[in-house]
């Protein structure tokens, strides 16, 4: 199956790879491995009395990713080898986006090792990249976006005016719950984006019975950001996680595989608030 490669390195450069020479970038992908791969670490104990042992803790470790790829026109040996070893610096971190069989997924990555060595000029150039991913899950290029305040449209056009029974425009989710499916291989993290119409008193975002509850009041046109995955809160940009409820729940905010129940309230206010949930699902290989 085709394979493509593409790096962009934290100051928005690009270098790509191909799995066919018939791609456009100037270096083809000869052989890649750690992205298809999922590993446990697990420590166990000998209890004192009986056979085996115990486990006592497993995790996911950092995940290794080598790549070997060659120049395609070999007339280009020199520019391309110019370009690579520009490019590769170790000072800097990478996102590496892996595309096969229509499928693309990203991971933050450090360089570890590189080499680019000169050919001769009937040989073509090849390059060892060594990745360290110290999060070891891919994630999808799609940063899915859930509206769990939203109010449903029920007008359109051709209209077709019930006289004298009047009409529906928009049914809004008074029930405050729904349902986000989680389709990825382990749990993942939200992100929350707060926005209020009118005044909200101390608004609170519910997930699988864990909450985090923000005591303040939001006035119209405030704006507050619940990171799960870095564990911030911001109002208008501004850090105000001194302003939360200290029996809110971090690290129960977790989107498990399979269904979660999402919902929001607030001690008053609650219809004035706009309310979505986004997240990007995680999986242990492309």
């Known amino acids: 199956m085709i394979m493509q490669i593409k790096f962009v390195r934290d100051d928005g450069k690009i270098f790509n790879l191909d799995g066919s020479r018939k791609g456009s970038a100037g270096w083809g992908i000869t052989e890649i491995s750690g992205t298809d791969t999922a590993e446990n670490v697990m420590s166990s104990a000998v209890p004192a009395v009986g056979d085996g042992e115990e486990i006592t803790g497993e995790r996911v470790p950092a995940r290794n990713i080598d790549i070997f790829a060659s120049v395609k026109d070999r007339k280009r040996n020199t520019e391309e080898r110019s370009k690579a070893l520009t490019f590769f610096n170790p000072k800097r971190s990478f996102t590496l986006y892996v595309g096969k069989g229509g499928i693309t997924r ?98 609170k975002i519910m997930l699988n019975g864990a909450y985090v509850r923000l005591i ?41 595989p399979g269904g979660n129940e999402v919902s929001f309230n607030a ?20």
Request: with cysteine.
């Open 267 to 286: 001690d008053n206010g609650d219809t004035e608030m706009k309310v979505v949930v986004y997240y990007n699902l995680r999986y242990l290989g492309v």
């Open 106 to 203: 990203w991971a933050v990555a450090r360089l570890e090792r590189f080499r680019c060595q000169e050919a001769a000029p009937d040989r073509h150039v090849s390059m060892s990249i060594s990745m360290k991913c110290a999060d070891p899950y891919f994630y999808s290029v799609d940063d899915y976006g859930k509206n769990i305040a939203s109010v449903t449209g029920c007008f359109g056009f051709p209209f077709i005016s019930p006289i004298g029974r009047g009409f529906r425009v928009g049914v809004y989710n008074y029930a405050k719950v729904v349902r986000v499916e989680n389709s990825g291989d382990v749990d993942t993290y939200i992100k929350i984006a707060i926005t209020a119409d009118g005044t909200v008193e101390n608004p």
């Open 216 to 256: 303040d009041v939001l006035s119209a046109g405030d704006r507050v950001e619940i990171d799960m995955v870095r564990n911030t809160i911001r109002k208008n940009g501004v850090n105000c996680i001194g302003k939360v409820d200290r029996r809110s729940s971090f690290t129960g905010m977790v989107l498990r």
